[in-house]
């Protein structure tokens, strides 16, 4: 049972937008930023999203990040088939000693 | 550019010590501007954090995990180790190695090393 809540999966045909839902706490997202990967199968996570709503260089602006009280969202605009992923929030959680969490992990299919 | 790789064991046997190695390359272990940390992904969950090291030997534990995990440096090598101790069926798991941005318990990992199953079993 991961911490931080994601739907299991997303699908959307290309071209379209789709959004990731990514929810928690107070002690979680509702007090600290919110950070995205996507896991191809076989290579490594690539970092997304940071601080809720960055971008690192190379990542495509198609790619967007959103927080708001104790949930965040991704949006994946103009969907391509390369796409097709899993995508997994993350964030520093507060409670007891402090720990990294994490989302359980969406796949996205692109029909 | 930073790039990290998972080698060791793909079986270990239930009670005995998980050992995995991070080699890191285009950059210095040693480097002040860099924290190295583990990750794991049991099959179809979502990912855990292990914990972190920074190079000084500062060490940050997922606190479920702090009483059988050790991870530790060594700079001559520019690798950084993984080991969990008193393994059980539920240690198996995808193991990535990682490099946390500004701190030993940053969520901002990048990059990341591909990742290594590891099987508890005997």
């Known amino acids: 049972q991961s911490v931080l809540t994601q739907p299991p999966s997303a699908s959307g045909t290309p071209g379209q937008r789709v959004t990731i839902s990514c929810s928690g706490s107070?002690?979680?997202?509702?007090?600290?930023?919110v950070y995205w990967y996507q896991h191809l199968p076989g290579k490594a996570p690539k970092l997304l999203i940071y601080?809720?709503?960055q971008r690192p260089s190379g990542v495509p602006d198609r790619f967007s990040g959103s927080k708001s009280g104790t949930s965040a969202s991704l949006a994946i605009s103009g969907l391509r088939s390369e796409d097709e992923a899993d995508y997994s929030c993350?964030?520093?959680?507060?409670?007891?000693?402090?720990?990294?969490?994490f989302g359980g992990g969406t796949k996205l299919t692109v029909l | 550019q930073l790039q990290l790789q998972e080698s060791g064991p793909g079986l270990v046997k239930p009670s005995e010590t998980l050992s995995l190695t991070c080699t890191v390359s285009?950059?210095?272990?040693?480097?002040?501007?860099?924290?190295w940390g583990w990750i794991r992904q049991p099959p179809g969950k979502g990912l855990e954090w292990i914990g972190s090291?920074?190079?000084?030997?500062?060490?940050y534990y997922n606190p479920s995990l702090k009483s059988r995990v050790t991870i530790s440096i060594d700079t001559s090598k520019n690798q950084f180790s993984l080991k969990l101790s008193s393994v059980t069926a539920a240690d198996t798991a995808v193991y990535y190695c990682?490099?946390?941005?500004?701190?030993?318990?940053?969520?901002?990992?990048?990059?990341w090393g591909q990742g290594t199953l590891v099987t508890v079993s005997s």
């Open positions: 090291i920074f190079y000084s030997g500062s060490t």
């Open positions: 107070s002690s979680n997202i509702g007090s600290n930023h």
């Open positions: 285009g950059g210095s272990i040693s480097s002040n501007s860099y924290y």
């Open positions: 990682a490099s946390p941005r500004l701190s030993g318990y940053s969520p901002w990992f990048d990059p």
């Open positions: 601080r809720n709503n």
């Open positions: 993350a964030a520093w959680d507060d409670s007891l000693s402090g720990l990294v969490v």
